[in-house]
């Protein structure tokens, strides 16, 4: 009897459904286990936090900072498939700005580039992002 333990590494997609879970339960940490430690974000560029970041660090000040510093995240539904240019995620869900209290309704499509178990880009595409930046930009001042 062999005493060795057998690990299964996991896919990119399960890498990418685990970085969805713990974003969902605000888990900062498990998102950060998820992200190779130079990892590339591609924001859409009229958002707040828009343009490219790059490493573990600058994605937790210039994405989640911004994104959580105006309001909260609801997650209500996360696919992922996974294909041969890697792995599109989906994303819908709720933001509730902290000054008003307004929601907004999140659609985010999502490319990931996924090696030896971790996040290594993400390219991010969000259904409006005008409008979504003048929702930040409402929550930011606190009108509506």
Known sequence: MSSQIETVAESPSDVVRGLYDALGRG???GVLARLDPEVIVD???QLPYGG???????FVQSVLG????YADITITDAEVFE???GVIGT???TLTAHT??????LT?????????????????????????AAFYARAETGTR
Do not use: Q, S, W
């Not at 490219?52 to 600058?58: C, D, K, L, N, P």
């Open 27 to 29: 888990d900062v940490p």
């Open 43 to 45: 924001e859409p560029n």
């Open 52 to 58: 490219v970041h790059r490493g573990r660090e600058a």
């Open 66 to 69: 911004a994104m959580l510093g």
């Open 83 to 85: 294909g041969p240019a």
């Open 91 to 93: 994303l819908t869900g």
């Open 100 to 105: 008003t209290g307004e929601e907004f309704p």
């Open 108 to 132: 985010m499509v999502e490319i990931h580039r996924v090696e030896d178990g971790t996040v290594r880009r993400i390219d991010v595409y969000t259904k409006n992002p005008h409008e979504l």
